[in-house]
């Protein structure tokens, strides 16, 4: 069987991203393999024959995803399927966990200036984030991570994609000259 097909087989078979490492078990093979070199090829082949989907790394595993032209389609196609919903202060509490981790729930709460318990607890419960260990300060507080799925939600194959604060600032600067 063709290597490259196997591959794209295992990626297309599960909603969820598919890490290098399981691939490389199914297959089973003796020497080693480029992964990211066949996953360009197969993504070039896509392009080639003008598919609406490509093969993207995500969360740190590859994912079928598709292109953003064809988002529209998908959404109609979708309309009664509820997307996940978070607040003002989700957001706000999971952004900040995103971009000091690893923190404490006092650091958040001390960015924030409320209480974020349920919060915190709310996002762990959704699997958004995870504790870490403990910090060595006085009390031995929880330190608070991101978890892949979280990277999975946002499209994000690690968190140093995640935008500057700069490019959030022109986002917002651009989205509020437009209303």
Same mark, same amino acid.
């Given at each position: 069987m063709n290597l490259k097909n !196997? !591959? #794209? @087989?295992? !990626?297309? *078979?599960?909603?969820n991203p598919v890490f290098s490492k399981e691939i490389i078990s199914v297959?089973?093979?003796?020497? !080693? $393999?480029?992964?990211?070199e066949i996953i360009n090829e197969i993504n070039k082949e896509y392009a080639k024959l003008? &598919? /609406?989907?490509r093969i993207e790394k995500?969360? /740190? /595993?590859?994912q079928l995803l598709s292109l953003s032209d064809y988002h529209p389609?998908?959404?109609?196609?979708? &309309?009664?399927v509820k997307k996940p919903r978070f607040s003002k202060a989700a957001i706000e509490t999971l952004s900040i966990i995103a971009y000091k981790q690893p923190l404490t729930r /006092? #650091? @958040?709460?001390? $960015?924030?200036? @409320?209480? *974020? *318990?349920?919060i915190i607890k709310n996002l762990l419960e959704k699997g958004? @984030? *995870?504790?870490k260990g403990r910090d060595g300060g006085l009390g031995k507080a929880l330190l608070y991570i991101t978890t892949p799925i979280f990277l999975e939600l946002f499209g994000l194959d690690t968190l140093a994609d995640l935008p500057t604060l700069e490019e959030l600032s022109q986002l917002l600067n651009e989205e509020r000259n437009s209303i």
């Open positions: !196997i !591959i #794209e @087989v295992l !990626i297309h *078979s599960t909603p297959l089973e093979e003796d020497h !080693i $393999i480029n992964l990211p003008d &598919k /609406g989907y995500i969360g /740190g /595993g590859y389609y998908i959404e109609k196609l979708q &309309k009664g /006092g #650091e @958040v709460e001390h $960015i924030r200036g @409320v209480d *974020s *318990s349920g958004l @984030v *995870s504790i």
